[in-house]
């Protein structure tokens, strides 16, 4: 599907994860439609949702919406806070060892008295459908492909690749170096042949390196982080960040007025990174369940 042309008020192109997404999304359907005629299972994903984080239960609401309207089953598993280590490994057993199971996904943050790590490790890596299991982690560092990738990184990926955006050669500068966007995401573009600088918080000049770039993906959380002077005339600016002004208004790391003047292409915030990441979950359910289940 050709995505529309849409544009700045500078004109650069408007990379929109909300067209990037139904496009997608529309794919999706039409393969669960033709999965479904032919009598096979409906994948189910399965959300485990711990605590009463407002955030979180917006955040499952939304990815579990988004599923069922391609046509794939979810549950919600809503434990109380105060659940045990060994009751939360209890149920991840349950999960991986059922048949019907396609894709796990635990909600974070946890509790604090549940470690994080412990738990992702725990979700089988054929159902990891958020992509974080050190082994899907570790089979995306060497180049081997897992079928399952962290979804904002893959997201991002998918973006810019349906946007015509190339790789090859190209100077990219990532700020981030979390394990869920930045690390990944920087991997994903060495694989795909651009030259990758990876910066953090303690970067000496972030300007300085941010000024070379083709390529910027920011996800720092820092709202207006990244100034739109700082960027080299036509850059592709991807900006995952997700930030709430005082005055409830959300907006990312780059400075979005002053960087599309300068940027050939750019993401919005709201309406980039975002839906992309909920539509790559919905993305892994469906090959997670072909892969498992030889559909
Ligand atoms: P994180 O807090 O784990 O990592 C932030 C990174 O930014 C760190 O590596 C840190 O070194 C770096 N950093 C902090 N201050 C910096 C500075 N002044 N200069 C340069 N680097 C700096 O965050 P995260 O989980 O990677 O998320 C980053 C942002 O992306 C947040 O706004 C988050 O809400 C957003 N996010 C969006 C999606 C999505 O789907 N759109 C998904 C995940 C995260």
Redesign the pocket.
């Known amino acids: 599907m050709t995505l529309r042309d849409q544009r700045t008020k500078d004109g650069a192109r408007l990379l929109s994860g909300l067209d990037c997404s139904a496009a997608i999304k529309a794919e999706l359907e039409l393969e669960l439609d033709a999965l479904s005629a032919a009598g096979k299972p409906v994948p189910q994903l399965v959300v485990v949702r711990v605590g009463a984080d407002p955030a979180s239960a917006s955040y499952v609401k939304s990815k579990r919406k988004a599923a069922a309207a391609v046509g794939i089953r979810t549950e919600e598993y809503h434990l109380d806070a105060s659940i045990t280590p060994g009751d939360l490994t209890a149920l991840i057993d349950r999960l991986n060892a059922d048949d019907d199971v396609d894709g796990i996904l635990l909600q974070l943050p946890l509790p604090s008295h549940l470690d994080d790590k412990l738990f992702l490790n725990q979700i089988r890596p054929d159902k990891d459908v958020d992509g974080f299991h050190p082994m899907n982690m570790g089979h995306m560092l060497t180049g081997s492909n897992p079928l399952l990738l962290p979804?904002?990184p893959r997201?991002i990926m998918e973006l810019m690749t349906r946007y015509g955006v190339t790789f090859s050669g190209k100077k990219a500068v990532v700020?981030?170096?979390?394990?869920?966007?930045?690390k990944p995401v920087a991997v994903l573009l060495t694989q795909a042949n651009a030259t990758v600088t990876l910066?953090?918080?303690?970067?000496a000049s972030?300007e300085a390196e941010v000024r070379g770039a083709d390529l910027l993906i920011a996800?720092?959380?820092?709202p207006h982080?990244v100034k739109g002077e700082w960027l080299k005339e036509g850059a592709v600016v991807v900006d995952?960040?997700?930030?709430r002004l005082e005055s409830g208004k959300l907006v990312?790391?780059v400075d979005f007025d002053a960087a599309q003047a300068h940027a050939s292409a750019i993401t919005p915030v709201p309406g980039?990174?975002?839906p992309?990441?909920?539509t790559m979950l919905i993305l892994q359910t469906l090959i997670a369940a072909k892969a498992r289940r030889n559909l």
């Open positions: 979804c904002t997201g700020i981030g170096r979390s394990n869920i966007v930045g910066c953090h918080s303690r970067t972030l996800a720092v959380g820092v982080l995952a960040g997700i930030n990312g790391d980039g990174v975002g992309m990441t909920v």
